[in-house]
């Protein structure tokens, strides 16, 4: 089991940037395949980016690919959403999530945060 918290939400306006961070705690936490979500009021939770902890590799929703960048950084057990040149279509609560292995499916992680809001304005 791994236990992870985010932080770095905030109000900003359309073009701006922002950071998001994760931090992870438990055993496991270096085997597993780390990813961002992000739920819109009335929408489904939906997949953002996703990165392998030992490897790198990363993935992405095509809603945000060229925008945001995900990262980590393995002595800090951290793991990073930069996002840039926001639009108010991102404004959603942002979890980080731990899974066994590479997917952007909702049902295949088994570890959550607790979600931190960001709101984009026009």
């Known amino acids: 089991q791994v236990q992870l918290v985010e932080s770095g939400g905030g109000l900003v306006q359309a073009g701006d940037s922002l950071r998001l961070s994760c931090a992870a705690s438990?055993?496991?936490?270096?085997?597993?395949?780390l990813g961002w979500f992000r739920q819109a009021p009335g929408k489904e939770r939906e997949f953002v980016a996703g990165?392998?902890?030992?490897?790198?590799?990363?993935n992405y929703a095509d809603s945000v690919k060229g925008r945001f960048t995900i990262s980590r950084d393995n002595p800090k057990n951290t793991v990073y959403l930069q996002m840039d040149s926001l639009k108010p279509e991102d404004t959603a609560v942002y979890y980080c999530a731990a899974g066994p292995g590479a997917s952007n499916r909702l049902n295949d992680y088994t570890s959550w945060g607790q979600g931190t809001q960001v709101t984009v304005s026009s």
């Open positions: 438990g055993r496991s936490f270096r085997w597993y395949f």
């Open positions: 990165i392998n902890w030992s490897g790198g590799s990363t």
